[in-house]
Each structure stands twice: as structure tokens, then as C-alpha cells.
């Protein structure tokens, strides 16, 4: 399975479990060249998960096109590969759970967006912009002025602001 971060073609795999209410498996691998974790799924090949667009077309869910999406807004930000799989794990699973056969494409953003933000602000921001298309102006702008309030708090110190897991100690 070749890495995403270094495209070397072998890796071991850390932990393996079932995924998707027992409808697929989940491995976390290791990349063996860089040791980039990154995580694969084996699953019954079942009808695949239409995304509806806002067009009023329709296209098959692609992995790899919403985790390019989400790694473009997380440019330069300190946001591991590992934590926008599982991302993208989470969200895949919560559409399983609720068994839909499709989703509207601003739905696939929201889901993503909520998680988003809890990671990096700035990707959260850099990722709304596309997926609402400056629609909803007012609350975008709100967000934007949130986020330049705290930037202004720590210009360096923002890989502790943002790691996940910071709220722990409330
Ligand atoms: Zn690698």
C-alpha cells in the first residue's frame, strides 16, 4: 500500500479493527521508508454513496478527492496526515451508521467542517470558504474575525493552540 506521504510501497500494519458497524476493517499502517501512519479499509464491495451536488448532479463518493480537498486547506498548517484520515474516518462512519445511499454535497462539507474546526481554525476557515462559496457571508465573516481575535493572542504558539486534544483539561 504505497504511503501517502512518501509514495514508498511498503508498510506494517499497527493495529487492525472492525470499522462501519462490522462492515469493514480499519488498519493503521506504518510507512516503512518515512513512518508516516496512515490508515486503509477492507470492505465488501457494496453500492457506493452517491454525493448530490448543488448542480443538481450527482457523482460516487470519492475518499481520495474529499481527503486532497481537506489536505489543500490544511497547507502549511500543523494538521498530521493521521488526524485528516480519521477525519474523514469519522464522517464516512457517521453517513454509514445513518445507512444513507446519498448525501447532498454541502452535508459532506458540514460534517467535515464541524470536525475541521476543532483541529485548525485557519484550514477551517480556508475550507468553508470553498464548501459554502462565500454564501452565507455574515457568519463566515464572524468566523474569519474569531480566528484573527486568537491569531492575535499567539503568532508562534500556534501548534499548541491548535493540537487536538487541547480542551482536556476543562
Ligand atoms: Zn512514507
Known amino acids: 500500500m504505497q ?9 506494517r500494519v499497527v493495529d487492525s479493527r ?5 462492515r469493514a476493517i480499519r488498519r493503521r499502517r506504518e510507512c516503512l521508508s518515512c513512518g508516516e501512519r496512515f490508515t486503509t479499509y477492507e470492505q465488501v464491495e457494496e453500492e457506493p ?3 448530490m451536488k448543488r448542480d443538481g448532479g450527482s457523482e460516487t463518493y470519492d ?10 486547506a490544511c497547507a502549511k498548517r500543523p494538521v498530521p496526515n493521521s488526524d485528516i484520515e480519521s477525519l474523514v474516518d469519522e464522517v ?9 445511499r446519498d448525501v447532498a454535497s454541502l452535508r459532506l462539507g458540514e460534517l467535515v467542517m464541524e470536525r475541521l474546526r476543532a483541529l485548525d481554525q485557519v484550514a477551517y476557515v480556508r475550507f468553508a470558504s470553498v464548501y459554502r462559496n462565500f ?6 465573516m464572524e468566523e474569519v ?5 486568537r491569531a492575535g493572542h499567539s503568532a508562534a504558539g500556534q501548534v499548541e493552540m491548535f493540537s487536538p486534544g487541547g480542551n482536556r483539561g476543562r
Open 3 to 11: 504511503c501517502p506521504g512518501c509514495n514508498h510501497l511498503e508498510a
Open 18 to 22: 472492525t470499522s462501519r458497524g462490522g
Open 49 to 51: 454513496l452517491l454525493v
Open 63 to 72: 475518499r481520495g478527492k474529499l481527503l486532497a480537498s481537506i489536505r489543500v
Open 92 to 100: 464516512e462512519e457517521q453517513l454509514a451508521a445513518a445507512d444513507q
Open 135 to 140: 454564501q452565507d457571508t455574515t457568519e463566515f
Open 145 to 149: 474575525r474569531h480566528l484573527l481575535r
